[in-house]
């Protein structure tokens, strides 16, 4: 094995010129979106009114292994692209673990996080094709922060519906938004019809991703010109994330580094779909035996305690039902729950790859994942978000079994960015006032009692 370096950096000729298309490999393709009012697979001409016509072609494109990236794209990638990929020999020290971790680090920009990878391609493409103005959704701001600077970039207006108790948790990452241009309206507002449906059902609700999706889509499909674009969840957002894993296929096969697994955390299941699909797909091949690992929070366990099952992307049921793992799009996530990951569902290809057995999931307490954050921060010196914290804990729960069983493995995860807007988060946990969440059965029955009743 070559010497290895404490980051490795790939040249910027070494950047992929090409998106990774893992349903091209899968075995069996996930189940369609279908329309709810037709129960028929959904069409490229009924999801024109809410998609840009490039990104509505990728989401279906099950056939093209590699989807090349337009240089307008590359050359935005080339301001912070390719990302390193980092051995994290303090934290092993620290550890005392015969593992080999390695982590790949997507906090090197000002967005803080991989969301400017899928943030870039959909803003280029929306000003392609001549569009006035954009609408989305955040969560912890992570995405609607990289969509605010894409946006800034190829000159396009943006309005970013923030989930409430984040926008309330998180206003510099607001602010940090509204610097790049975006107009922020915490979730669930009165400036839609479904905002103000859901207030009145939920009065003093703290909001979930499901909400601000619904509002974003309002938006959107009242205005003219104007497109929805979503962070995490369809396909074409996980194409997009695979630059992550290709770069860092490229370089472990660069310095003959072999995971043994590959670990990340998981919301909506862009970062994780992106940083494994490379290697998933190489697995489905036969040609690696790599353990697959997703981590979620205890307190929206959509993997490891939802149900396979056609499901509404959004609150306010105005999206294709999606096959995919779920908690109920009328679930929302405790409003104790610190950062991101709040999403009620799963990007319909990580369930599907669940499903058939390639990876396996677990769920953590909050309290536990800012117990690995701070171990990492002490040890790497990076402050990580609490989302990449849920892998980083994955990542030491596995290093402590190698040291307990004496055998070297060589674990890697995906760091997907800095918690630098998170400090009300640390503030809690530091201050020993953060607690921990876990909804009981018949929380989760009142989610399952929202799935659509279909059978397909």
Request: glycine fraction near 10%; aromatic fraction near 10%.
């Amino acid at each position: 094995m070559a010497n290895i370096p404490y980051k490795i950096y790939l040249t910027e000729d070494e950047m992929p010129k090409n998106w990774y298309n893992v349903k091209a490999v899968m075995k069996e393709l996930p189940p369609p979106f279908i329309h709810p009012g037709t129960l028929q697979p959904i069409t490229a001409d009924e999801l024109r009114p809410i998609f840009c016509d490039e990104l509505i072609a990728q989401e279906l494109n099950n056939s093209d292994l590699y989807i090349e990236i337009p240089e307008g794209i590359r050359d935005f990638y080339k301001m912070y692209r390719p990302s390193p990929l980092i051995r994290a020999y303090n934290l092993e020290k620290l550890l005392d673990t015969p593992a080999e971790i390695y982590y790949k680090f997507e906090g090197t920009n000002t967005s803080g996080s991989h969301k400017l990878n899928s943030a870039a391609a959909q803003v280029y493409y929306a000003k392609k094709q001549g569009l006035a103005a954009l609408t989305t959704e955040t969560g912890a701001g992570q995405w609607g922060t990289a969509l605010a600077m894409a946006c800034a970039f190829y000159d396009l207006p943006l309005t970013v519906y923030m989930v409430k108790v984040s926008a309330e948790q998180k206003p510099y990452r607001k602010a940090v938004i509204e610097t790049y241009g975006g107009k922020v309206i915490p979730s669930p507002s009165d400036t839609t019809e479904i905002g103000r449906k859901i207030l009145s059902e939920n009065p003093g609700t703290g909001g979930s991703l499901g909400c601000a999706i619904s509002e974003a889509i309002e938006t959107a499909v009242k205005t003219p010109d104007c497109r929805y674009v979503l962070g995490s969840v369809l396909d074409h957002v996980l194409l997009h994330q695979s630059i992550i894993g290709e770069e860092t296929k490229t370089a472990c096969e660069k310095y003959d580094i072999q995971p043994d697994m590959i670990i990340g955390c998981i919301g909506g299941g862009s970062n994780y779909g992106g940083l494994v699909g490379p290697f998933m797909g190489d697995k489905i091949k036969g040609k690696n035996n790599i353990e697959f690992i997703g981590v979620e929070p205890a307190s929206c366990p959509s993997l490891t305690r939802g149900r396979y099952a056609y499901d509404f992307g959004d609150t306010g049921k105005t999206t294709p039902l999606i096959k995919m793992y779920t908690l109920g799009s009328g679930f929302i996530p405790s409003p104790n729950h610190a950062g991101g990951l709040r999403y009620h569902g799963m990007s319909g290809i990580v369930s599907k790859l669940y499903h058939d057995g390639y990876m396996t999931a677990r769920s953590v307490e909050q309290t536990k994942v800012f117990d690995a954050a701070t171990l990492f921060a002490r040890s790497e010196g990076t402050l990580p978000a609490p989302e990449s914290a849920h892998a980083i804990r994955g990542a030491i729960d596995e290093a402590i079994k190698c040291k307990e069983s004496g055998e070297k493995k060589t674990i890697l995860f995906g760091l997907t960015g800095t918690g630098y807007f998170d400090m009300a988060a640390y503030m809690s946990y530091n201050s020993g006032t953060m607690t921990d969440y876990v909804p009981s059965d018949e929380d989760l029955e009142k989610g399952f009692a929202t799935l659509p009743n279909v059978n397909l």
